[in-house]
C-alpha cells in the first residue's frame, strides 16, 4: 500500500510542533481527550436539530487504556468518528481543523462547547508515540478505515473492521531514553493524574479500568486482586454550577482541593460572566500571607482553563501586581486550547478578563472594608504591605484604585484607620494629613517631633511598613489634602510666638549654631531653633525629600542604595540645655563640641539610627560625669 506524504508545509510544522509548541510531553493525553469530547459534542449537536438522532447520555463516554506487554495506549471514544476524507483532510493536513469547519458549517455560535479549532493538538501523540493509529467509524457509515502514521515521514489508509461509530487512536509508546521516561504513560496511576490534572471537568465520562484488591473469600489475610471500571473525572465543574446551590463549605472545600493555599480563605468571588467575553471564575482572598509571599520565589497567577480544560496552571497576566495574593481559576469559552503563552500575552478576551477581574477583587475589598472590618484588617495584616505596593509601583499609576484600601495606625484611634475617616475628621483649621515614620508604634509615640502635632490635638498616622513613606509620597494628596510628615521643615502650624522666639535666639546665637555645625561637619547640613520641640531638648529633620526613614529603609535594601538625607539638628530653644551651650560658647568652646557630638548622638538614638562611634560617645559621657 502506497504511503501518503504529509503535505510539505505541513511536514515541517509537524516536527516544529512536536518539538516546541508544547513544553510539557504529558499533554498529548488532554489534546486527545479534548477531541474525544469534541467527537461526542458533534453527535450532540447534531441530535438538536436531527429528530431521527437521539442523544442519550449513557451511550456517550470516553475510555483509556493502557496494556504494558504491547506498549500501547488506547484513546477510544464514541463520537462521531471520521469518513476516509475526514481522516485524511483532518488528520492529513496539519493545522487545518475538522472542528473548526464543523463550527462554522453549522453555525454555532459563542456559546457551544467544542474545544479544537486550531487543528494541531492531534500531532502532540508524536511526543510520546513512534506509531500513532487511528480506527474510526462515522457516524452513519458502513465502512471503518484505519489511518497510520509513524510521524514526518507520512501515513498509510485502508478499510477495517470496527462495530460501533466513534474513534480509537491507539499510541505506540516509545522506549525510554537516557533523558526522557514514556513508560509512566503506562501506568494507571500516572494517567489518571494526567486526567485529573487537565481533563477532570470534560464534560463525558472518562473510563479507565482500575485495578483494586479485596479480601480473599475464605481467608482472613489474603487478598485478591481485581479490575473494575471507573469513570475518572468529575465531569461538572463547581464553577459551572449555580451559586444558590453552593455553600460557603462547598468553596471551601475546593480551596483545599486545589491546594490553592492551607489557610481558610477569608472571602471567595464567583463570577459567571457571559457579555463581551464569556467565562467563569472562582477566585479567592486568602487570610494568610504564604511564607514566600514577600520574596522573588513567589510566582503570581491564576489557573486557566479552556472550556473546561486546563491550559495553564498559573496564568500571570490574569492578575497586577498588587493583587497577586489572589488564588483561584478562570474558565473560558473564547480561549482556545492550544495557545501558547507568548500568543496568550496579547489575546484581547485575556485582556479583558483580566480587567473584569480587577474591578471585581477591588470591588470586593471595598466592600469587605465597608461591611466586615474586622476581617479586612485581617486580610489587611497579611497582603496590606502588596497593596501599598501598588500605590508606589508603577510611578502611582494605580494609587486611585488603592488609596481607598489602605489603612495606617492613629495616634488617636489607637487603631488602623482609613484616609477618608482620618480626612473626614480634620478640624477646620488643619492644613495637612500629618505622619510619623519609625519602627513600631511605640516608638513612634515616643519621638520628639511629634510633639507640636499632638500637642495641637491633630491626628498623626504612624507609618511603620518600610514601604509606607514611599507610597504616600507617590499618592502626594488624597482629597486635597497634602501628607505632611512631622519631622518636615515646615509643619504649617507653628504658633507665631514660638516662631519669633526661635527666629530672634537664631539671629542672637547665630556664631553660636555655626560654631555647633562646623564641629558637626557634614553630618548635618544645619544646626538650628526648633520650632517644633517642647519638652524635648534635640532631635533631627530631614530638609530635602529624602526623610531620614527614608534612608535607613534605602540603606537597608540588598542593593544598598547609599541615598543620604540632608540632616537638620534641632534644638530646642526653651531647653535648660540650651542655656547650657549658651554658656559653653562664651567660657569653654571644648564643652560645646562635647555638648555638640553628644546632642547630636542623642538625636541620632532617638532616630533609630546607628551611631558613628559608640566608645567616643560612652568616652563623652563620662567626660561630664567626672
Ligand atoms: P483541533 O482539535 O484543534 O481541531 P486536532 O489536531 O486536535 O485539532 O484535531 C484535528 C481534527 O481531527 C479535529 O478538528 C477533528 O475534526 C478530527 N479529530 C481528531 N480526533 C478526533 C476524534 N477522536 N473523533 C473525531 N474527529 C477527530
Ligand atoms: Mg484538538
Same mark, same amino acid.
Not at 179 to 208: G, N, Q, T, V
Not at 462 to 486: G, N, P, Q, R, W
Given at each position: 500500500m502506497a504511503k501518503k506524504q504529509f503535505q510539505a508545509e505541513s511536514k515541517r510544522l509537524l516536527e516544529m510542533m512536536i518539538n516546541s509548541i508544547y513544553t510539557q510531553k504529558e499533554i498529548f493525553l488532554r489534546e486527545l481527550i479534548s477531541n474525544a469530547s469534541d467527537a461526542i459534542d458533534k453527535i450532540y449537536y447534531k441530535a438538536l436539530t436531527d429528530d431521527k438522532l437521539v442523544f442519550n447520555k449513557e451511550d456517550y463516554y470516553i475510555k483509556i487504556t493502557p496494556d504494558k506487554t504491547n506498549r500501547t495506549l488506547t484513546i477510544s471514544d464514541t463520537g462521531i468518528g471520521m469518513t476516509k476524507d475526514e481522516l485524511e483532510n483532518n488528520l492529513g493536513v496539519i493545522a487545518k481543523s475538522g472542528s473548526f469547519a464543523f463550527k462554522k458549517e453549522n453555525e454555532l455560535k459563542d456559546g457551544h462547547n467544542i474545544i479544537g479549532q486550531f487543528g494541531v493538538g492531534f500531532y502532540s501523540a508524536f511526543m510520546v508515540a513512534d506509531v500513532v493509529t487511528v480506527i474510526s467509524k462515522a457516524l452513519g457509515s458502513e465502512e471503518a478505515y484505519k489511518w497510520e502514521s509513524a510521524g514526518a515521514d507520512g501515513y498509510t489508509i485502508e478499510p477495517c473492521e470496527k462495530a460501533a461509530p466513534g474513534t480509537e487512536i491507539i499510541l505506540k509508546i516509545k522506549e525510554n531514553t537516557e533523558d526522557d521516561s514514556y513508560d509512566e504513560y503506562l501506568e494507571e496511576y500516572r494517567l489518571r493524574s494526567i486526567i485529573k490534572k487537565y481533563s477532570d471537568f470534560i464534560r463525558y465520562p472518562i473510563k479507565m479500568e482500575v485495578t483494586r484488591s479485596k479480601p480473599k473469600e475464605g481467608s482472613d489475610s489474603e487478598r485478591e486482586e481485581y479490575v473494575e471500571e471507573q469513570t475518572v473525572n468529575s465531569m461538572v465543574p463547581i464553577w459551572r454550577r449555580n451559586k444558590n446551590e453552593l455553600t460557603a463549605e462547598d468553596y471551601e472545600n475546593f480551596y483545599m482541593e486545589k491546594r490553592y493555599g492551607f489557610d481558610k480563605p477569608i472571602k471567595h468571588i464567583h463570577i459567571s460572566a457571559d457579555g463581551a467575553v464569556v467565562?467563569?471564575?472562582?477566585?479567592?482572598?486568602?487570610?494568610? &500571607?504564604?511564607?514566600?509571599?514577600?520574596? #522573588?520565589?513567589?510566582?503570581?497567577?491564576?489557573?486557566?482553563?479552556?472550556?473546561?480544560?486546563?491550559?495553564?496552571?498559573?496564568?500571570?497576566?490574569?492578575?497586577?501586581?498588587? *493583587? %497577586?495574593?489572589?488564588?483561584?481559576?478562570?474558565?473560558?469559552?473564547?480561549?482556545?486550547?492550544? =495557545?501558547?503563552?507568548?500568543?496568550?500575552?496579547?489575546?484581547?478576551?485575556?485582556?479583558?478578563?483580566?480587567?473584569?477581574?480587577?474591578?471585581?477583587?477591588?470591588?470586593?475589598?471595598?466592600?469587605?472594608?465597608? @461591611?466586615?472590618?474586622?476581617?479586612?484588617?485581617?486580610?489587611?495584616?497579611? $497582603?496590606?504591605?502588596?497593596?501599598? $505596593?501598588?500605590?508606589?509601583?508603577? *510611578?502611582?499609576?494605580?494609587?486611585?484604585?488603592?488609596?481607598?484600601?489602605?489603612?495606617?495606625?492613629?495616634?488617636?484611634?489607637?487603631?488602623?484607620?482609613?484616609?477618608?475617616?482620618?480626612?473626614?475628621?480634620?478640624?477646620?483649621?488643619?492644613?495637612? !494629613?500629618?505622619?510619623?515614620?519609625?519602627? %513600631? !508604634?511605640?516608638?513612634?509615640?515616643?519621638?520628639? +517631633?511629634?510633639?507640636?502635632?499632638?500637642?495641637?490635638?491633630?491626628? =498623626?498616622?504612624?507609618? &511603620?511598613?518600610? =514601604?509606607?513613606? $514611599?507610597?504616600?509620597?507617590?499618592?502626594?494628596?488624597?482629597?486635597?489634602?497634602?501628607?505632611?510628615?512631622?519631622?518636615?521643615? @515646615?509643619?504649617?502650624?507653628?504658633?507665631?510666638?514660638?516662631?519669633?522666639?526661635?527666629?530672634?535666639?537664631? %539671629?542672637?546665637?547665630?556664631?553660636? $549654631?555655626?560654631?555647633?555645625?562646623?564641629?558637626?561637619?557634614?553630618?548635618?547640613?544645619?544646626?538650628?531653633?526648633?520650632?517644633?520641640?517642647?519638652?524635648?531638648?534635640?532631635?533631627?529633620?530631614?530638609?530635602? /525629600?529624602?526623610?531620614? /526613614?527614608?534612608? #535607613?529603609?534605602?540603606?537597608?535594601?540588598?542593593?544598598? +542604595?547609599?541615598?543620604?538625607? @540632608? #540632616?537638620?539638628?534641632? !534644638?530646642?530653644?526653651?531647653?535648660?540645655?540650651?542655656?547650657?551651650?549658651?554658656?559653653?560658647?562664651?567660657?569653654?568652646?571644648?564643652?560645646?563640641?562635647?555638648? &555638640?557630638?553628644?546632642?547630636?548622638?542623642?538625636?541620632?538614638?532617638?532616630?533609630?539610627?546607628?551611631?558613628?562611634?559608640?566608645? /567616643? *560617645? &560612652?568616652?563623652?559621657?563620662?567626660?561630664?560625669?567626672?
Amino acid at each position: 500500500m502506497a504511503k501518503k506524504q504529509f503535505q510539505a508545509e505541513s511536514k515541517r510544522l509537524l516536527e516544529m510542533m512536536i518539538n516546541s509548541i508544547y513544553t510539557q510531553k504529558e499533554i498529548f493525553l488532554r489534546e486527545l481527550i479534548s477531541n474525544a469530547s469534541d467527537a461526542i459534542d458533534k453527535i450532540y449537536y447534531k441530535a438538536l436539530t436531527d429528530d431521527k438522532l437521539v442523544f442519550n447520555k449513557e451511550d456517550y463516554y470516553i475510555k483509556i487504556t493502557p496494556d504494558k506487554t504491547n506498549r500501547t495506549l488506547t484513546i477510544s471514544d464514541t463520537g462521531i468518528g471520521m469518513t476516509k476524507d475526514e481522516l485524511e483532510n483532518n488528520l492529513g493536513v496539519i493545522a487545518k481543523s475538522g472542528s473548526f469547519a464543523f463550527k462554522k458549517e453549522n453555525e454555532l455560535k459563542d456559546g457551544h462547547n467544542i474545544i479544537g479549532q486550531f487543528g494541531v493538538g492531534f500531532y502532540s501523540a508524536f511526543m510520546v508515540a513512534d506509531v500513532v493509529t487511528v480506527i474510526s467509524k462515522a457516524l452513519g457509515s458502513e465502512e471503518a478505515y484505519k489511518w497510520e502514521s509513524a510521524g514526518a515521514d507520512g501515513y498509510t489508509i485502508e478499510p477495517c473492521e470496527k462495530a460501533a461509530p466513534g474513534t480509537e487512536i491507539i499510541l505506540k509508546i516509545k522506549e525510554n531514553t537516557e533523558d526522557d521516561s514514556y513508560d509512566e504513560y503506562l501506568e494507571e496511576y500516572r494517567l489518571r493524574s494526567i486526567i485529573k490534572k487537565y481533563s477532570d471537568f470534560i464534560r463525558y465520562p472518562i473510563k479507565m479500568e482500575v485495578t483494586r484488591s479485596k479480601p480473599k473469600e475464605g481467608s482472613d489475610s489474603e487478598r485478591e486482586e481485581y479490575v473494575e471500571e471507573q469513570t475518572v473525572n468529575s465531569m461538572v465543574p463547581i464553577w459551572r454550577r449555580n451559586k444558590n446551590e453552593l455553600t460557603a463549605e462547598d468553596y471551601e472545600n475546593f480551596y483545599m482541593e486545589k491546594r490553592y493555599g492551607f489557610d481558610k480563605p477569608i472571602k471567595h468571588i464567583h463570577i459567571s460572566a457571559d457579555g463581551a467575553v464569556v467565562y467563569n471564575a472562582i477566585l479567592y482572598i486568602p487570610e494568610k &500571607t504564604p511564607f514566600d509571599y514577600y520574596t #522573588k520565589e513567589y510566582e503570581k497567577g491564576l489557573e486557566l482553563y479552556s472550556n473546561g480544560v486546563l491550559i495553564m496552571e498559573k496564568c500571570a497576566d490574569l492578575l497586577p501586581d498588587y *493583587f %497577586s495574593f489572589v488564588k483561584g481559576m478562570v474558565d473560558s469559552e473564547d480561549l482556545s486550547l492550544n =495557545i501558547s503563552r507568548e500568543l496568550l500575552q496579547h489575546d484581547k478576551q485575556l485582556k479583558l478578563i483580566a480587567k473584569n477581574i480587577k474591578n471585581r477583587i477591588k470591588s470586593t475589598l471595598q466592600s469587605l472594608l465597608k @461591611d466586615e472590618r474586622e476581617k479586612y484588617e485581617e486580610f489587611y495584616k497579611s $497582603f496590606g504591605r502588596q497593596l501599598k $505596593f501598588g500605590v508606589y509601583s508603577d *510611578f502611582g499609576a494605580n494609587k486611585e484604585d488603592l488609596q481607598d484600601l489602605l489603612l495606617f495606625y492613629s495616634s488617636k484611634e489607637k487603631k488602623l484607620v482609613t484616609l477618608d475617616e482620618y480626612v473626614s475628621r480634620m478640624p477646620e483649621d488643619q492644613k495637612y !494629613i500629618y505622619y510619623a515614620a519609625g519602627d %513600631s !508604634i511605640e516608638r513612634i509615640d515616643k519621638l520628639p +517631633q511629634t510633639e507640636l502635632v499632638a500637642d495641637k490635638g491633630y491626628e =498623626i498616622l504612624y507609618f &511603620t511598613d518600610d =514601604i509606607d513613606e $514611599f507610597a504616600i509620597k507617590m499618592l502626594m494628596k488624597y482629597k486635597e489634602k497634602e501628607f505632611k510628615s512631622v519631622s518636615s521643615d @515646615d509643619l504649617g502650624i507653628e504658633t507665631d510666638a514660638a516662631d519669633k522666639q526661635a527666629e530672634a535666639e537664631e %539671629s542672637d546665637n547665630k556664631e553660636l $549654631f555655626e560654631f555647633m555645625k562646623n564641629t558637626l561637619s557634614d553630618k548635618v547640613k544645619e544646626v538650628k531653633a526648633s520650632k517644633r520641640l517642647k519638652s524635648h531638648p534635640v532631635c533631627l529633620s530631614a530638609a530635602g /525629600e529624602v526623610s531620614i /526613614e527614608m534612608e #535607613k529603609i534605602l540603606k537597608a535594601m540588598p542593593t544598598g +542604595q547609599d541615598v543620604k538625607a @540632608d #540632616k537638620v539638628l534641632e !534644638i530646642n530653644v526653651q531647653h535648660e540645655v540650651f542655656q547650657s551651650l549658651k554658656d559653653a560658647y562664651q567660657n569653654d568652646k571644648d564643652k560645646l563640641k562635647l555638648y &555638640t557630638n553628644l546632642l547630636y548622638n542623642q538625636a541620632l538614638l532617638i532616630e533609630g539610627l546607628p551611631i558613628g562611634d559608640p566608645v /567616643e *560617645f &560612652t568616652n563623652d559621657i563620662c567626660k561630664i560625669m567626672v
